[in-house]
C-alpha cells in the first residue's frame, strides 16, 4: 500500500490561495444576487406606493421603509442613530378651526 506523500507548506499554502480565491469570487457573486434581489423588491414596492422615502435630517441618508403589516418603523435612522419625532405634525394633522385656514398661510399677493 502506497501512502500520499505530506504536502509541502508551499503546496497547502498555493491550495488555501485557490480557495480563497473561490471564497471571494462565490461572495462577490452573492452580493450581485442580493444586490439585484434588493432593486426588484424595492422597485416593485415603489410601484404599489408601499415605500415610504425620508431624509434624515442629520446625515442626509434616504430612510426608505416598507409599508406593509407586520414591519414596525422603528424611527431612527439606521445610518447614524438620529432619532425621528414621532410627534412630528403633519398637514392632516394640523387643525385649522383653531389655527385658522390653509389661505391664512399662503404667501401674500401683491
Ligand atoms: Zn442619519
Do not use: W
Amino acid at each position: 500500500m502506497s501512502r500520499k506523500p505530506k504536502p509541502t507548506i508551499r503546496q497547502i499554502e498555493a491550495r488555501l490561495d485557490e480557495m480563497t480565491q473561490s471564497v471571494n469570487q462565490y461572495i462577490g457573486m452573492l452580493i450581485g444576487e442580493l444586490d439585484k434581489h434588493n432593486t426588484l423588491i424595492l422597485k416593485m414596492l415603489q410601484r404599489e406606493g408601499l415605500i415610504d422615502e425620508k431624509e434624515c435630517p442629520k446625515c442626509e441618508g434616504i430612510i426608505r421603509t416598507p409599508l406593509l403589516d407586520g414591519l414596525e418603523d422603528n424611527g431612527d435612522c439606521p445610518y447614524c442613530g438620529y432619532v425621528f419625532d414621532d410627534e412630528q405634525t403633519t398637514l392632516e394633522d394640523y387643525d385649522f378651526s383653531t389655527n385658522g385656514t390653509l389661505s391664512d398661510y399662503a404667501p401674500e399677493e401683491e
